[in-house]
């Protein structure tokens, strides 16, 4: 679902039936992803359009279903997609981008992140011991030098992560 309002008042009026549109409606495991854009005039409509469906994508990526996702909470993302296209700047290391070629590594990362960091929910979520899920970011650490407890490497695994899952979603 895609969302285009004209002015604040609207916007949030019109976020509010959104919400109740999206709880009320119930598709057998689907989950229904909802994209707002910033307000932009109706000359750059086309903007809006591709800022929604932006949203909704990284809504998809975050696994934010049956939510809301405004472009302005996740342009940060788009601006690091840029970066991450563009051949002057590598914010991923050749050695990670080969750590996550490993599925279960690059599954583990992201179901890691996606829980708020919890090993107890990754590892449920996964159908594994704890145990597991402390070996495989251990052996991120072992194979890349980025230890996902310290801010700075944690942020590049983020990023990593998430450029990853943008690229295969763009192929």
């Known amino acids: 679902m895609i969302l285009f309002t004209g002015s604040k008042l609207e916007s949030d009026v019109s976020l509010l039936h959104h919400l109740q549109l999206s709880s009320q409606v119930k598709i057998s495991n689907q989950a229904l992803y909802i994209g707002i854009s910033t307000l932009h005039p109706a000359r750059e409509l086309h903007k809006c359009y591709q800022e929604a469906v932006f949203s909704i994508k990284m809504a998809q990526i975050f696994n934010y279903k049956n939510t809301v996702t405004k472009f302005n909470d996740v ?46 929910k990754t590892s449920q979520q996964m159908f594994t011991h704890p145990n597991t899920i402390r070996y495989r970011l251990k052996e991120i650490k072992s194979q890349t030098g980025l230890d996902y407890q310290k801010t700075d490497d944690k942020f590049r695994l983020y990023i990593a992560v998430i450029t990853q899952t943008l690229a295969h979603a763009n192929n």
């Not at 590598?90 to 750590?99: H, M, P």
């Open 75 to 120: 342009a940060v993302w788009s601006l690091i997609e840029g970066i991450q296209e563009s051949a002057s700047l590598e914010l991923t290391t050749q050695r990670l981008k080969e750590v996550l070629k490993n599925q279960d590594l690059f599954k583990t990362l992201k179901l890691f992140f996606q829980n708020n960091e919890s090993i107890k």
